[in-house]
């Protein structure tokens, strides 16, 4: 079991999505490498597409499980069926072991996320907590 820190991926999304209203995390994860924007772990920080990639997936489960008066903080904005597909089975952990060339696995990371309703002024009026700690 490992532990890990995406504050700065909690907050990169979460910012994303407030300026440009979306959010992809094929996108975030390409920012992440060119910018060395590192994600921290118990063991040290990691740079890597693979483990950024985990950082922002960690980020959408938590803010789409989490019940903000029953409304997910994030919601998908399909663009396609092989999205939606793709989400079916990452809901599924059928992408756990999926390497960055997957096309599932790519087809996830190109999904546009949006706040869910209501959920753009609670950002505002800091009512979303930043996700800090993740156990995997």
């Known amino acids: 079991m490992g532990h890990m820190y995406p504050e700065k991926q909690a907050t990169m999304l979460l910012r ?28 040290g920080g990691y ?7 985990m950082a922002f997936e960690n980020c959408i489960t938590e803010y ?3 019940d903000m008066v029953t409304k997910p903080v994030l919601v998908p904005d399909f663009e396609n069926d092989e999205q939606r597909k793709a989400l079916k089975a990452w809901v599924n952990c059928e992408l756990a072991d999926a390497d960055m060339e997957d096309e599932q696995l790519k087809a996830f990371m190109q999904i546009k996320w949006r706040f869910g309703p209501k959920m753009r002024k609670a950002y505002i009026d800091k009512k979303i907590a930043i996700l800090d700690y993740v156990c995997h």
């Open 64 to 66: 789409t499980q989490q």
């Open 16 to 43: 994303r999505i407030y300026a440009k209203g979306f959010a992809r995390i094929g996108d975030l994860v390409k920012e992440s490498v060119e910018k060395k924007l590192e994600v921290s772990c118990a063991e």
């Open 47 to 53: 740079e890597d597409e693979g483990m950024l990639c």
